[in-house]
């Protein structure tokens, strides 16, 4: 279920915080704050898609429904990136997108964001490399479904979610991970029990708390490092881009920061660890 919200911080999407400012605020005076429940669907496949919305926290799910229902992940969107793209290349989706970990989000109109997307700004930018990262990742979450444990798998959804969620604690059950993860929930139950024996999470009642958050990046597979570094090059990509377009922009700033974006993909990948 979707709900206004008149009290939201505008400023929690990554994306939307990267847009220099005076862009920035001209879309947000275009977007609804909303609050998106547990289980809300925001759409279905083969069905037009009449918003968009930028998260502000919580995690939302794109999954594809097999022929005997069943689903599987293919991607999960955060405060970090947007919901709808779809509607860049068509304007229907293939995929379901539903509300996992409850939260808020800033919802604009289709034809606001088509409208604005059709404008050479900034914004148009920001999201045509939004969508390749977005691809990016939904195509190693199929390597990593095909050839990672279910451990790693887990691990990987946590730290996803962690980030993306900013509190240790969060709700989820084991039934909604296991539809996410293509496995069955009681292979998802021994996942998360092994986890919590090796005390890197604590799991009681539907809410799930990291406890151990560099021990849970040792088990996850090295796909966690690959998604998260792409995905942070786009925001990181914009804010270079929006330093170097002010009228007073220091070389160096520029520089600098070029330089944090390298260091940054370095240790995600020194930190990644091989598949078990």
Same mark, same amino acid.
């Given at each position: 279920?979707? +709900?206004?919200?008149?009290?939201? #911080? ?10 220099? @400012? ?8 275009? !977007? ?5 429940? *547990? ?9 037009? /898609? ?45 995929? @379901? ?11 604009? %109109?289709?034809?606001?964001?088509? &409208? +604005?997307?059709? @404008? %050479?700004?900034?914004?148009? &930018?920001?999201? +045509? ?12 979450? &199929? ?10 798998? =887990?691990?990987?959804? =946590?730290? !996803? ?32 029990? &092994? ?14 708390? *990291? *406890? ?19 995905? #942070? ?6 804010? /270079? ?21 390298? @260091? ?11 598949? *078990?």
């Amino acid at each position: 279920m979707e +709900e206004n919200d008149p009290n939201i #911080d505008h400023s929690e999407n990554q994306l939307l915080e990267a847009l220099p @400012r005076a862009e920035r605020l001209r879309l947000i005076r275009q !977007m609804t704050p909303t609050v998106l429940r *547990i289980k809300t669907v925001l759409f279905e496949p083969e069905q037009s /898609i009449n918003a968009v919305h930028f998260p502000l926290e919580g995690v939302i799910s794109l999954v594809t429904i097999l022929e005997d229902g069943s689903t599987v992940e293919v991607a999960t969107v955060g405060n970090e990136g947007i919901v709808g793209v779809p509607l860049v290349t068509g304007g229907s989706s293939v995929v @379901r997108a539903i509300s996992l970990v409850p939260g808020r989000t800033l919802r604009m %109109p289709a034809a606001v964001f088509l &409208a +604005e997307f059709a @404008r %050479p700004a900034p914004f148009r &930018a920001l999201i +045509e490399r939004y969508l390749q990262a977005l691809f990016g990742q939904i195509s190693q979450a &199929a390597a990593c479904n095909r050839l990672h444990s279910s451990d790693e798998r =887990l691990s990987r959804w =946590l730290l !996803m979610s962690h980030d993306r969620v900013g509190n240790e604690t969060f709700p989820i059950t084991h039934e909604l991970l296991g539809q996410m993860l293509g496995s069955r929930r009681g292979t998802v139950t021994l996942s998360a029990e &092994a986890l919590q024996a090796a005390g890197l999470i604590r799991y009681h009642r539907g809410l799930v708390t *990291i *406890i151990n958050r560099a021990g849970l990046e040792s088990v996850s597979c090295e796909c966690y490092g690959v998604i998260k570094s792409a995905l #942070d090059g786009v925001v990181e990509s914009a804010a /270079i881009e929006a330093l170097a377009s002010r009228r007073a922009v220091v070389p160096s700033e520029v520089v600098l920061l070029q330089l944090n974006r390298i @260091r940054s993909a370095h240790k995600s990948i020194d930190t990644a660890r091989p598949a *078990i």
